[in-house]
């Protein structure tokens, strides 16, 4: 499995910007994709995750109503949407899978596979 992640930059608070992280290398069918996040000198911490299929998506309390993510099997890309990005927002944002899943995990040790990070940088 691969993930790559892209779509990171600069924006000023209150920007918006679009992260896509492409899959490859298994049917995704069954897996349970996540975003997470990890500030400099903090722990990795989860934002958003969701089933391939598109149901049950989740957020992290920081982050929802100003964050989407969506799947597009067709693709086979996972997406994560910030809107009203804040200074707090900024860190290096990694795509995440996890295999033969049906619940939403919020621990990073609970997700197999990891795609690279792309730093988003939020300016006040």
């Known amino acids: 499995v691969q993930l790559q992640a892209c779509g990171g930059g600069l924006v000023q608070a209150g920007g918006s910007l679009r992260l896509s992280c492409a899959a490859s290398?298994?049917?995704?069918?069954?897996?349970?994709m996540a975003w997470f996040r990890q500030a400099p000198g903090k722990e990795r911490e989860f934002v958003a995750g969701?089933?391939?299929?598109?149901?049950?998506?989740s957020y992290a309390d920081s982050v929802k109503g100003r964050f989407t993510i969506s799947t597009d099997n067709a693709k086979n890309t996972v997406s994560l949407q910030m809107n009203s990005l804040k200074p707090e927002d900024t860190a290096v944002y990694y795509c995440?899978?996890?295999?033969?899943?049906?619940?939403?995990?919020?621990?990073?040790?609970?997700?197999?596979?990891w795609g690279q990070g792309t730093l988003v940088t939020v300016s006040s």
């Open positions: 290398g298994r049917t995704f069918s069954s897996y349970v």
């Open positions: 969701i089933r391939w299929s598109g149901a049950s998506p």
């Open positions: 995440a899978a996890r295999p033969l899943s049906l619940s939403i995990k919020t621990r990073p040790d609970e997700y197999v596979y």
